[in-house]
């Protein structure tokens, strides 16, 4: 009688992804602004809470789209 049996492990593992990371730069606005906020649009409230929404980082000074 069998007891134990080898599971199929399926698909080979995937292949190690080497991730270049690009350096670090500042966010700056075409005006010149290096100063952002970041709202978020289309809110939900659902049972008094908070939630969903699309988040956009606007730049402070002529609030322009950066994101
Ligand atoms: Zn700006």
Known sequence: MKIFSVIDGGDKPKAYRKRYKTEPEPLICVCG???????????????????????????????????
């Open 33 to 67: 602004s290096a100063t952002s906020v970041e709202v978020k649009t289309g809110r939900m409230i659902v049972d008094g809470k908070i939630t969903g929404g699309v988040k956009q980082i606007l730049c402070i000074d002529c609030k322009a789209i950066l994101s």
